[in-house]
């Protein structure tokens, strides 16, 4: 017992009872040190991978940076040795970026620095669809139906279909490239190597990678009457010889700056190129987009200029106190007319206009067919503008929208009061013959236009069903008897001519109306554009809806495009008026929030010389 009391003691000598506190202590002291030479450790290894990881990807790139134009088509001149390249058994089309080569593939990255709005060439080379210069895999009969495809009269050397874009890998905005035949001789020969090429300029800061693919060979785009369409539809990916990004630099000095987006000049064309920006990524960044249209949550942002909200009641008042491009006519005490020439594509503009944006504007109506894409059934109290009903006399005002008062020469019911504005609306086929009876002749004959009011401004829509339905040299013929009556019935008056619809990705197959095809398209409306230009001078004005529609990402585009009857959704429709408004009004002070009825009362009081009081 004694000696136990003693190694009692002898213990609580050393710790007065506390020795497992203190032992825990030291543990935890000790575990601390182990877990910070652990991190230390750790860090130490992720920092050497990490310098390990950029050595190996600056081994695997290489950083270019040209100053000015010289990723240009003109600056970045092709190989004509490509033309006579061997691609052995390789029928997969190749992409090449300001200038690379086809012997590049697989090899090291290439990043490409450039300015805000800077030109960078793309190619895209389409070996022969077999070595050997072989047809395409097909039997002797569907090869010689092959054979009859040619590309369209005046561009001899464009024998294959494609989109080409440039794809922001962290906005998401998706800019397209037009390609053109590379200007050789080799291009005329339908089994040669055919070589495209394209500029795109780029205005938001994102690294930009090229993406794309082959619709068409052989000029099958091209079903020129009474040649077949094509039965097969299977797009072919083109790979990126040199795998290239572009990284855009917008610095904030940079009058394309997002902060600096107010400073731009206000939108006077309806033709500006641009693209779709995220909305709430664009009301982050400082950009004014309040009130701006948008679709699928996408605002359409010009490059170079600025849209400003613009209301259908606004513009309807714009139209009656500016009059965008009228000749004086006098007494303002008369309405603003429009004479407005167009296919089904007008008709769903109007009805946006004429309801004041409330067409198709409710939930869950973005899902209903008459709203997304065939509007040819519906039954729309304001006017008709379908069967037989070719011409409407519409007019309209701020607070009631507009309503037709006159149908294919018969009254349909009473005036709106105190019009602001009145669109004389003539629905046609375009220049095709589809139109049968209703010659789109006999509706610019003098007479015919006398029983309405005289335009201060002319809008002419053309092309959609014209590449669908006329052989492209018959169209041009009809172009000439169209500007003729034109400039014969309207002296001195604007007119703007409104694109074809874009179309893209599917087979343009189908009943003849809805043969559609978005390089007919194009190339249709380029043809009637440059027309324009060139007989009516600084008269012609372009308005362009296929860019705006082009724009969008390819899956969104492939959706759009869906529709057989070449129509788009009404909300992308209101996003095509938000830009025709703006070329006529975009510099006019915001309009007076008064009614359309009080600003007439005022002007016939004016007119009568009477005192004017305060308006309400």
């Not at 995220?278 to 849209?307: H, N």
């Amino acid at each position: 017992m004694a000696s136990n009391e003693g190694l009692g003691k002898t213990i609580g000598s050393f710790g007065g009872g506390r020795a497992p506190v203190r032992l825990r202590r030291r543990q935890q002291m000790v575990l601390l040190l182990v877990m910070a030479a652990l991190l230390t450790a750790t860090w130490y290894i992720a920092a050497g991978l990490r310098r390990v990881y950029q050595e190996h990807r600056a081994a695997d790139t290489v950083t270019m940076h040209r100053p000015g134009n010289s990723y240009s088509c003109a600056e970045t001149q092709i190989d004509p040795a490509v033309f006579t390249h061997d691609f052995g058994n390789r029928t997969q089309p190749l992409a090449l970026v300001a200038g690379a080569l086809i012997d590049e593939q697989d090899k090291k990255v290439r990043i490409l620095r450039v300015e805000a709005g800077q030109a960078v060439c793309i190619r895209v080379v389409v070996p022969p669809a077999r070595p050997g210069n072989e047809a395409i895999g097909l039997d002797d009969k569907a090869s010689a139906v092959v054979e009859r495809h040619q590309p369209l009269a005046g561009h001899p050397g464009l024998w294959d279909s494609m989109m080409v874009d440039a794809v922001g890998a962290s906005t998401g905005i998706s800019v397209p490239v037009t390609m053109a035949a590379a200007p050789h001789m080799r291009m005329a020969e339908r089994r040669a190597v055919h070589v495209y090429e394209g500029e795109v300029r780029l205005y938001d800061a994102d690294v930009f990678a090229i993406s794309g693919v082959v619709e068409f060979r052989d000029a099958q785009w091209n079903y020129e009457p009474p040649t077949p369409v094509p039965t097969r539809y299977a797009p072919e990916p083109i790979h990126v010889a040199a795998p290239t990004v572009i990284r855009v630099a917008v610095p904030l000095e940079s009058r394309f700056h997002p902060r600096n987006y107010r400073a731009l000049p206000a939108c006077t064309r309806a033709d500006e190129p641009g693209r779709w920006v995220a909305a709430d990524a664009a009301a982050a960044d400082g950009r004014d987009v309040i009130g701006l249209p948008t679709y699928r949550g996408r605002v359409w942002l010009p490059f170079e200029c600025r849209l400003r909200e613009l209301s259908n009641s606004e513009f309807l008042r714009c139209l009656d106190s500016e009059r965008p491009h009228a000749p004086q006519r006098g007494s303002k005490t008369e309405a603003y007319t429009i004479h407005w020439f167009g296919d089904t594509g007008t008709r769903r503009a109007l009805k946006k206009i004429t309801s004041l944006g409330e067409w198709c504007s409710s939930n869950g109506a973005q899902y209903r067919q008459h709203c997304r894409c065939d509007d040819s059934g519906e039954i729309f109290p304001r006017f008709t503008g379908q069967n037989a009903v070719r011409d409407s006399l519409i007019e309209l005002n701020d607070e009631d929208g507009g309503w037709s008062v006159r149908e294919n020469g018969r009254m349909r019911r009473l005036a709106p009061f105190a019009p602001l504005a009145r669109i004389y609306y003539h629905r046609w086929e375009g220049l095709s013959a589809y139109n049968g009876a209703a010659d789109w002749r006999q509706a610019l004959q003098p007479a015919a236009l006398r029983a309405y009011p005289s335009a201060d401004l002319v809008i002419v829509g053309l092309g959609t069903l014209d590449a669908a339905l006329t052989p492209f040299l018959e169209y041009t013929q009809q172009l000439d008897d169209l500007v003729a009556l034109l400039k014969a019935n309207y002296p001195g008056r604007h007119v703007i001519l409104r694109s074809p619809q874009y179309a893209c990705c599917r087979l343009p197959a189908g009943a003849p109306l809805r043969r559609v095809q978005k390089d007919r398209n194009r190339l249709y409306g380029e043809y009637a554009a440059r027309l324009f230009a060139l007989r009516f001078g600084r008269l012609a004005h372009n308005w362009d809806v296929s860019q705006i529609a082009e724009a969008l990402p390819l899956a969104v585009r492939r959706e759009v495009s869906a529709c057989a009857v070449s129509n788009v959704p009404a909300d992308l429709v209101e996003v095509e008026n938000h830009v025709l408004a703006n070329s006529l009004c975009a510099n006019v002070d915001p309009m007076p929030l008064y009614s359309g009825a009080a600003h007439r009362a005022a002007d016939s009081a004016r007119a009568g010389g009477a005192s004017v009081q305060e308006l309400p």
